[in-house]
C-alpha cells in the first residue's frame, strides 16, 4: 500500500479545490494530502486530458479524484493520472448530485459493488499508485451495517486497501448535494465498525468536522480524517495540522506569511494569463474572525474582477490585515 499518509486530507470539492486553492493550502499545511476536485474518465478521454490535469509540483502530495462507471474508461483514466504525476487516484463513489447519477456514477454505484470491484481492479491493473475509494454509509434505504460491509468487503476483495467514508448515506432523489451534506444524520459508529472490521486496512473517516480537535478525536477509531468545506471557508484552520497530525515541529506561519508565501505563484500565474480573480476567490476566508478580514475580503471581491487587476490589488487588501 501507499506510504502517502492520510492521517489528515483535504476533501476534493466541485468548483474549490482547484489548482490554485491546492497551492494556497499548501501554503498552510506541507503535509496534509490535497484531494483535486473531481474529473470524470469520459472528460478525460474526450477532453483535454492535458489542461483537466495540470497541478503544480508544489501541491504534492496531491491525489486525482475520478468520476466514472466504466472499467476500461477509468484504467484509461488512471493511467493519464499517473504519467500526470498524481500520487494517488481516488475513484468517486460518494456524490449524490443528479448530474452524476445521469452519467451513472458517484453514490449510486455503492448499489453495485461488483461494478465498483470490476473499475478498481481495472484501475489497478493499469497502474502501481494507489487506487483508493471515497463512498458513503449508505444510501437510501440500502444503508445497514450489512450493506455497507458487503461493500466494502466486495471491492476490497478487488485490491483496494483504503476508503474513505463519508459518515452520511446519500439520498439519491428528494435531496440537493447540499442538502445530502447536511440533512442525512452522522453516523461515526458505523464507520468505526468498518475499521474493525476490516482492521487490515485503511479508514478514513470524513462528514461534519470542523476543527482540528475533533478530527484529532476520531484517530483513535480510524486512521486518519478528512476535513471538507471548513479546510476552503476557514482555511487557517490547517495551521495546526502538521504539529498536531504529522510531529511537525516547525513554526506555524502566521496568516500573512502563508499570503506571502503565495504571492510567487499568484504572479507566475498572472503572468500565464490566468484571471485575479480565479486565484484570489480562494483565499477569501484567510483572515475569517480576525481584524480587518472583511475590508481584506471587500477589497479582494471587488477589485480582483476589475480589467487588468494585478498583484498590487493583494497588497493593498494586505494593508487592512498587516
Keep these: 500500500m501507499s506510504?502517502?499518509?492520510?492521517?489528515?486530507?483535504?476533501?476534493?470539492?466541485?468548483?474549490?479545490t482547484d489548482r490554485h486553492d491546492r497551492v494556497f493550502?499548501?501554503?498552510?499545511?506541507?503535509?496534509?494530502?490535497l484531494y483535486t476536485e473531481m474529473v470524470t474518465a469520459a472528460a478525460l478521454k474526450h477532453g483535454d486530458a492535458d489542461y483537466l490535469l495540470q497541478h503544480s509540483v508544489d501541491e504534492h502530495p496531491v491525489a486525482l479524484q475520478l468520476g466514472g462507471s466504466n472499467p476500461d474508461e477509468l484504467a484509461d483514466a488512471a493511467?493519464?493520472?499517473e504519467s500526470a504525476g498524481y500520487d494517488e487516484i481516488n475513484l468517486n463513489v460518494g456524490c449524490p448530485s443528479d448530474r452524476v447519477q445521469s452519467g451513472a456514477f458517484g453514490a449510486c454505484l455503492m448499489a453495485d459493488p461488483a461494478l465498483v470491484a470490476r473499475c478498481v481492479a481495472s484501475m489497478i491493473s493499469a497502474t502501481s499508485i494507489p487506487i483508493t475509494v471515497k463512498c458513503r454509509i449508505g444510501i437510501d434505504d440500502r444503508d445497514s451495517q450489512a450493506e455497507l460491509q458487503d461493500f466494502v468487503g466486495v471491492v476490497k476483495d478487488a485490491g483496494c486497501e483504503l476508503f474513505i467514508i463519508h459518515?452520511?448515506?446519500a439520498i439519491l432523489s428528494g435531496l440537493s448535494p447540499k442538502e445530502n451534506r447536511e440533512i442525512p444524520p452522522l453516523n461515526y459508529p458505523r464507520v468505526f465498525s468498518i475499521k474493525q472490521a476490516f482492521p487490515e486496512l485503511q479508514i478514513i473517516i470524513n462528514g461534519g468536522i470542523t476543527s482540528i480537535d475533533d478530527a484529532v478525536s476520531l484517530l483513535g477509531d480510524t486512521d486518519g480524517v478528512m476535513l471538507g468545506r471548513e479546510a476552503y471557508k476557514n482555511p487557517y484552520v490547517l495551521a495546526d495540522v502538521d504539529s498536531r497530525f504529522f510531529d511537525e515541529p516547525n513554526k506555524v506561519q502566521s496568516r500573512i506569511e502563508c499570503l506571502q508565501g503565495y504571492l510567487p505563484y499568484v504572479e507566475r500565474e498572472l503572468t500565464k494569463g490566468t484571471p485575479l480573480q480565479h486565484i484570489t476567490r480562494h483565499i477569501l476566508g484567510l483572515f475569517k474572525g480576525q481584524k480587518g478580514g472583511k475590508q481584506f475580503r471587500r477589497h479582494l471581491s471587488e477589485n480582483s474582477r476589475l480589467p487588468n487587476a494585478d498583484v498590487n490589488v493583494l497588497h493593498e487588501a494586505m494593508a487592512y490585515v498587516n
Design 167 to 169: 459518515a452520511r448515506k
Design 3 to 16: 506510504k502517502l499518509s492520510h492521517r489528515f486530507c483535504v476533501a476534493p470539492m466541485m468548483d474549490w
Design 25 to 33: 493550502l499548501r501554503q498552510i499545511s506541507k503535509h496534509a494530502l
Design 79 to 81: 493511467k493519464l493520472g
